[in-house]
C-alpha cells in the first residue's frame, strides 16, 4: 500500500508540475513522468494490457511528438514566461478543489468497480478480454487518450493567439 502511496503521489507532482509549468520541454516530460505512474498503477492493479498501451502511447509515443514539436518552436522570453506562469496559475486556481472532489467521487466509485473486475483472467483472446471483461480499463484508456487530445488543442490555439 505505500508503494501504491508513493506512486499517487508522484502522479499528481508530475501532472502538477504539467500544468503550471512554464517550460514546455519540463512540462512534456513530466507529463510522460505522469504517464508512467498511471502505467505502473495499471500493473499493480493487474491490468496489464492497458498499461502496456498507456506506457506505449501515451509515455512514448505522444512524450516524442511532443518534444519534436517543442524543438521547432522558437526561445520566449524569460519576462514573457513570468507573465504566462502568473496567467496561468490564476487559470488553475481552482484545480486543487476540483481534484479534491475528483478523489472523494473517485474514493467511493472504484471499490464498487474494483469489486466488479475479475481479478485472474483466464482467456487469451485478447479481443474479448478487451470488449468483454476490462471495459473499466479501455474507459480510462479513452479518457486518458481525450485529455491528451484536448492539451494539444489548447497548445496550438494558445499558438495561434501568438
Keep these: 500500500m505505500n508503494l501504491i502511496l508513493a506512486m499517487l503521489i508522484i502522479l499528481i507532482i508530475a501532472a502538477l508540475m504539467v500544468v503550471f509549468s512554464s517550460r514546455l520541454l519540463l512540462a512534456a516530460i513530466s507529463l510522460a513522468v505522469t504517464s508512467i505512474m498511471v502505467t505502473l498503477l495499471m500493473f499493480k492493479l493487474n491490468a496489464p494490457l492497458a498499461a502496456v498501451f498507456e506506457l506505449s502511447i501515451c509515455a512514448g ?24 506562469s502568473k496567467r496561468r496559475i490564476k487559470k488553475y486556481i481552482a484545480l486543487p478543489i476540483i481534484l479534491i472532489i475528483v478523489g472523494v467521487v473517485t474514493k467511493f466509485l472504484i471499490k464498487p468497480l474494483a469489486l466488479a473486475l475479475p481479478t485472474v483472467i483466464q482467456e487469451t483472446n485478447v479481443a474479448n478480454v478487451l470488449w468483454n471483461l476490462r471495459q473499466v480499463d479501455l474507459l480510462g484508456q479513452a479518457i486518458i487518450l481525450l485529455v491528451g487530445v484536448f492539451g494539444i488543442v489548447v497548445l496550438f490555439k494558445e499558438g495561434q493567439k501568438k
Excluded at 512524450?63 to 519576462?79: M, W
Design 61 to 84: 509515443l505522444i512524450t516524442v511528438i511532443f518534444i519534436t514539436t517543442i524543438s521547432f518552436v522558437k526561445p520566449v522570453a524569460e519576462e514573457d514566461l513570468l507573465e504566462n
